[in-house]
């Protein structure tokens, strides 16, 4: 008896979605490489949340992530946690120390600002920054903002095969007491925004920690830009729109949210808009779910 019962659903299964389909595919929802692009992001104008529109490009399957600080590598998009985890070609790591001011840092536009932010847990290691730098405020000495951040911070990162390169003095910096530290880290939070020309630093290395994993030494941090992403509490209307077969999206204005129902949009969702001719597909499928059932 239970095998007649799943064999029918396996076989209604299409039927519902085909009745469904000349409504509501789901043009928004699309892959760069092998990162799936969904709510609320997307590649096209017009699909997603507004506040994450003209912000991410897929060139030759790499997808990039652009903001006014410059553009990012995004090596994941984690749905489940709401979080980006981005890479900037010009970041300093464990390996490599790239000065000369070349590096993005981390700024995002005002109106862009509520919609995503670095993790609490994201540490900024500011290097070779001027003592006129605003982020000693006239104190160079006192490394005033400067802190570690989930277990990390600059005394473990000079401990990286870059800085012998560079031909660090672990205590240098002690020796000139009034002078700027060559590493001052701190998380976004305390500052928010990572502009290296206003804090007129040489470069920077970010990292990051999937707490509660504690990660010892600064060779198994994990470089990059965890960025925490958030629609802001309005995840109503998108959930109400996908529930009844929509794909969200935005209006022309670039802030509206639309409801995108096959032939037409909605501002709310698609049993506003539902027409009579896909109430007539539904009523078929229904019929044939029924007679498929009662023949069984
Ligand atoms: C995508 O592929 C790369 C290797 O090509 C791999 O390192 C990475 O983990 C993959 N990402 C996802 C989200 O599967
Ligand atoms: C619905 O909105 C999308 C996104 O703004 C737009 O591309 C599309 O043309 C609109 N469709 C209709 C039928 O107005
Ligand atoms: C960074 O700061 C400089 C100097 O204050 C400014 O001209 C520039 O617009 C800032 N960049 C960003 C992305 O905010
Ligand atoms: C950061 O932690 C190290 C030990 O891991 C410690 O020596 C150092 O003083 C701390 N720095 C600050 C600014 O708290």
């Given at each position: ?93 464990c ?26 847990d994201?540490i ?26 989930s277990g990390m911070g600059?005394?473990e990162y000079?401990g990286c ?46 990292a990051y920690s999937l707490a509660p994993l504690r990660v010892d030494g600064p060779n198994g941090w994990s470089y ?73």
């Open positions: 008896m239970t095998i007649p019962i799943f064999t029918a659903f396996f076989f209604l299964s299409p039927l519902f979605q085909l009745g469904s389909s000349s409504t509501n595919i789901n043009t928004c929802r699309s892959f760069c490489g092998n990162i799936t692009i969904d709510y609320p992001f997307a590649l096209q104008y017009g699909c997603g949340h507004p506040g994450f529109r003209d912000l991410l490009y897929c060139m030759n399957d790499v997808l990039m992530f652009h903001i006014s600080s410059g553009s990012y590598r995004v090596l994941d998009i984690d749905y489940a946690y709401q979080a980006l985890t981005l890479h900037d070609l010009h970041m300093s790591t390996d490599t120390i790239v000065l000369g001011s070349k590096g993005n840092g981390f700024a995002v536009e005002t109106w862009r600002a509520p919609y995503m932010n670095p993790t609490a994201n900024f290691m500011l290097i070779g920054c001027s003592a006129e730098s605003p982020l000693f405020q006239g104190f160079p000495g006192k490394h005033l903002p400067c802190r570690n951040v600059c005394e000079y095969p870059a800085w012998d390169l560079l031909g660090h003095k672990p205590l240098g910096s002690k020796m000139f007491g009034s002078g700027p530290p060559e590493c001052c880290a701190l998380s976004f939070e305390a500052i928010k925004s990572i502009n290296l020309t206003k804090l007129q630093c040489e470069g920077y290395s970010s990059g830009i965890r960025v925490k992403y958030s629609v802001q509490g309005n995840d109503e209307f998108c959930r109400a729109c996908e529930a009844t077969g929509g794909t969200c999206g935005y209006g022309t204005d670039g802030i509206r949210q639309l409801c995108m129902c096959g032939n037409s949009n909605s501002t709310s969702n698609c049993d506003t808009v539902k027409s009579s001719s896909s109430r007539r597909i539904y009523s078929v499928a229904d019929t044939l779910a029924g007679y498929v059932i009662y023949t069984l």
